[in-house]
Structures are given as C-alpha cells and as structure tokens.
C-alpha cells in the first residue's frame, strides 16, 4: 500500500545504516548473513583481485546498508556500472537515497533473475558479481538457482566473489566454476570466509 511504502522510506531515512541493517536482520534473519555489516578488513581483502581497469559491470547481491557500495564505486571507472540488486525494499529504498552517483543503479528483485536484470539494464554480461547471501540458510533451490544464473551472465574471465560464514555455498560453486581461490578474514565478527569462483576463458 501507498501508505505503508511512505513509512518505510521515512523510517529508513531516518536511522542509522546500522540501527537499520541490525532492524532488517530481525525482522529477515535467514535472508541476511550477519547480524552486523561487514567489517573494512573483509571488503579489503574481497576486492583485492578486482581488475578494475577492465570492469564495466559489477553487480552485488544483497548489498544491504551498502557496506561495499562506497568502496566499489570509489575505485570504479567513470564509465562503469555498479548494480546492486535485493529482496528487501527497505534496502533498496535506503541506497537509492544514499548514492547519487550516476553509475549506481539499485534493483527490488532477486538474484536468480539477474539474467533479466542486466539485461533491462543494456548489458549482456557481468564483469564481476558479489554476494554475501547466507546460501547455507536460503530456501531449497534457491542457492542453486542463484549459483548457476550467476554462472551465465559472467563474461569468460570473470568471478563471482562470496563471502560467507560457512563453507556450504563450495558445492554449489564447485560443480560450475573452473577454479575456486578461498581463504579467511579473522578481523570480522563473526570470522569470514572469502571465496573467489572463476569462470574460465575460453580455450
């Protein structure tokens, strides 16, 4: 309803990114991975190996209060792109309103239609994609779908970066990716563990 959209977009403007994302967990805890937003150390080390010369298209699932946003869009060419796409509309709401930046671009919808997304948005493929979904407490399906719809749209080259607090989401990166670096932040609460799937080039 009308109405209840309005309030949300004033309560969200109204708190704190983290008075907020602590508010969405409550409120979607199986949809959200961490009861705080992650810490400087773990999007530092998620972001090392971006080649962000070569980047047109970075996509995240799940960005949350936007945690990653500023830094990606920091270090991100000035004719690039960084979508972002979630469930929540509260947090959609939220980042629509936080960056102005003209290559920011946030999506209401889910990640197993990011096909479709990138599409409507005149792009074939993705350069990179990056999640911190909770694939271990997602829906049955859901994480698989995800996994093989990211598989689609990275362009040959490309990775799909995750960040996880368990190492479930590994069977379903494994079966489609060619290669799979990892690796653990302990400077995060709780520890993290980072994951770099890679799609191959073509021979």
Not at 98 to 110: C, E, I, L, M, P
Request: aromatic share 12%; charged share 20%.
């Amino acid at each position: 309803m009308p109405g209840h959209t309005a309030g949300a977009r004033g309560s969200a403007a109204a708190i704190s990114p983290f008075a907020l994302f602590f508010r969405e967990f409550l409120r979607h805890p199986a949809m959200i991975g961490s009861i705080i937003p992650s810490s400087k150390r773990t999007i530092e080390a998620m972001l090392a190996p971006v080649d962000w010369a070569s980047t047109k298209l970075f996509v995240e699932y799940g960005p949350g209060v936007g945690t990653f946003c500023a830094t990606i869009l920091e270090r991100l060419a000035p004719d690039a792109t960084l979508l972002v796409i979630d469930t929540n509309p509260v947090f959609i709401d939220y980042l629509r309103g936080k960056f102005a930046d003209t290559r920011f671009v946030a999506v209401h919808g889910s990640a197993t239609d990011v096909g479709d997304i990138i599409a409507a948005q005149g792009f074939e493929q993705a350069d990179y994609v990056l999640s911190g979904l909770p694939f271990s407490t997602l829906p049955s399906g859901v994480g698989e779908a995800i996994a093989e719809a990211t598989h689609r749209v990275l362009r040959p080259g490309g990775s799909f970066l995750v960040y996880q607090y368990s190492a479930y989401v590994l069977r379903l990166l494994e079966p489609l990716f060619d290669s799979i670096d990892r690796d653990l932040e302990w400077w995060n609460v709780p520890p993290c563990g980072l994951f770099w799937a890679h799609k191959a080039l073509p021979e």
